[in-house]
């Protein structure tokens, strides 16, 4: 079954937005509901057949109500080439000769929102499963992200049409998913210590040509839509929103065919905090 839904593409030194009509079809959907309900049990089954599709956004210069008017029915907007192709080549390099830093990803809640104290919760280990590092192994990338997306915080927060922040701190992760890995529906800020995430990001790398299948970035609201994991590109969207990872296929299983992101939270400035800047 396929049909017809508007894709959005947006110029990128312009001040209007084209549209025109691509054929899509259901089966990655279909996909999600038949082949996945262990992994995404309630929701999915709930879920009607949406109009799912790419939205490529290199950058969305529109009016107020047309940005309104998009953000109304998208959940992110979406980076591509965001870095420089020489970082983006060397920050894959360094994630595959550093694959001893990267551990099994864990969830962690809070058992009263009032409680600011970090709890592993047993019940959650079949929520997820990828490796991660943190930022003290990769500073130097860290530093390279930060400021280009500080640099343009002011676009990002009017593209997306949220209220502009003080930024505190900008946590970052790098994560690597392989063969059967997945993280199940979430929201990014749903306990006390995570309440000052106010943007998330994820930016994806991965070799060329790409080794892997699946590895969507799904989300459920506004509008249920599918982001395809794309080397050297950045989505930005609101942490409270439900999103997922669809499981990834890689045949050859080698760390080095991972699908890879550099993922996090810019974080608003406590006030005890003062503000970061690029």
């Not at 529109?62 to 940005?67: A, E, P, S």
């Amino acid at each position: 079954m396929a049909m017809y839904v508007p894709i959005i593409i947006a110029a990128t030194e312009t001040t209007f937005l084209y549209f025109y009509r691509k054929r899509i079809t259901f089966s990655l959907c279909k996909h999600f509901r038949n082949e996945n309900t262990t992994l995404f049990p309630d929701i999915l089954k709930r879920l009607p057949i949406p109009d799912i599709c790419q939205i490529e956004i290199p950058r969305l210069l529109v009016t107020l109500y047309d940005k309104r008017n998009f953000m109304s029915h998208y959940p992110c907007i979406i980076y591509k080439d965001f870095l420089p192709s020489d970082i983006n080549a060397a920050l894959l390099q360094h994630a595959v000769l550093n694959q001893e830093d990267f551990h099994a990803s864990k969830i962690f809640y809070d058992k009263r929102k009032e409680v600011d104290e970090k709890v592993n919760n047993p019940k959650m280990e079949n929520w997820r499963k990828s490796q991660f590092t943190d930022k003290k192994t990769f500073e130097f990338f860290y530093e390279v992200l930060s400021d280009k997306m500080l640099s343009m915080f002011d676009e990002i927060c009017e593209n997306l049409n949220i209220s502009k922040f003080e930024v505190g701190d900008i946590e970052m992760q790098m994560t690597s998913h392989n063969d059967g890995d997945f993280y199940k529906p979430h929201v990014d800020n749903g306990s006390a210590d995570a309440s000052r995430r106010s943007l998330t990001f994820v930016y994806y790398f991965h070799s060329l040509p790409k080794q892997f299948s699946g590895g969507q970035l799904l989300f459920f609201q506004p509008k249920p839509s599918v982001i395809e994991p794309e080397n050297n590109t950045i989505v930005f969207f609101d942490p409270a929103l439900k999103h997922a990872v669809h499981p990834v296929q890689c045949p050859s299983r080698l760390f080095e065919h991972s699908r890879f992101t550099l993922n996090g939270w810019l974080r608003k400035k406590t006030s005890e905090q003062e503000p970061v800047s690029a």
